[in-house]
């Protein structure tokens, strides 16, 4: 069965969702982070679907532009959360073996914590549990550093200013890579780069970062749980990566991926649609 794009609605929110696997096929929730949507499991869906696997990724809150509300306040983790189990019931998806990359995966964590009877498994790509990358933020030098580009996302306007100047150089830059090759297609960029080139998309994509609130508590999560770490990441260091486990109450494993950067999706695809098969044939 070919991909299907889907348009689901959630309240006055509509989402953009590619769909693909058998439909009667055990559901797996892929969710993007930033700055890209869900294009950027095509590599990874072919693998999961070929072991009869249904798959959902959608392109999340401000990226889809049917939901692209305007208050900061709606990129919350505790709404993003919840949004997403709505989106599930939606697709009448009552339970799912949830994959997140970067921001998707704190959506995941945050899911796998407040949801955790909608998850029946938790694939966490790049991003460490909350709390993990929270604790190294604030004793470690080098993640203090890693981190120190997030001061540009606060700033409203500045930083769309920034990311976009010159045919978006840096922002394409980000996902290139620059001198470490990422992985991502040129024409994966271009695509977002375009998407977030249309008015309002960068500021809700940025709205993510601008919405984080230390006093939201993420409490360790029981379902069963792999993570995936790349010791390329420019922006996870291995201070919070093995922290993780920490966080974990559930059957864990921490799953290093030598030589990769943070885009694993899309540099590594058949190693992580490896490692997520194996989360599920056990869960």
């Known amino acids: ?41 095509a590599s990874v869906t072919p693998r999961l679907t070929e072991a009869g696997l249904r798959t959902y990724a959608p392109d ?41 990359h970067d921001w998707g995966a704190n959506v995941a964590w945050t899911m796998a914590a407040w949801h955790s009877d909608r998850v029946r498994s938790l694939t966490a790509v790049s991003v460490p549990h909350p ?23 606060w700033q409203a306007g500045k930083a769309e200013e920034v990311l976009l100047a010159d045919d978006a150089r840096r922002l394409r830059r980000m996902l290139s890579g620059g001198e470490q090759d990422s992985g991502v297609p040129a024409e994966a960029i271009d695509e977002y780069v375009a998407l977030l080139s249309a008015p309002g998309a960068l500021t809700a994509a940025l709205n993510w970062y601008r919405a984080m609130s230390s006093d939201t508590r993420v409490d360790p999560v029981e379902v069963p749980t792999t ?11 291995r201070t919070a990566a093995e922290a993780c486990g920490n966080y974990v109450r559930g059957e864990y494993r921490f799953v290093e991926f030598p030589g990769v950067t943070h885009w694993i999706p899309e540099q590594a695809p058949e190693q992580l649609a490896t490692a997520i098969l194996d989360r599920i044939a056990s869960s």
């Open 60 to 100: 999340q809150l401000g990226y889809s532009p049917g939901a692209r509300p305007d208050e900061v306040d709606a990129y919350a983790m505790t709404n993003l959360a919840q949004i997403t189990a709505d989106l599930m019931t939606a697709m009448d998806v009552p339970r799912a073996d949830v994959v997140g």
């Open 227 to 237: 993570y995936v770490w790349s010791d390329g990441d420019v922006a996870i260091g």
């Open 1 to 41: 069965m070919p991909e299907q794009l889907l348009r689901i609605d959630v309240g006055d929110l509509t989402f953009d969702v590619r769909a693909d696997g058998p439909e009667d096929g055990r559901p797996v929730l892929l969710l993007h982070g930033f700055p890209e949507t869900s294009a950027s499991w």
């Open 131 to 153: 709390a993990a990358y929270t604790a190294a933020f604030r004793a470690d030098p080098e993640q203090k550093e890693r981190s120190a580009y997030i001061r540009l996302f």
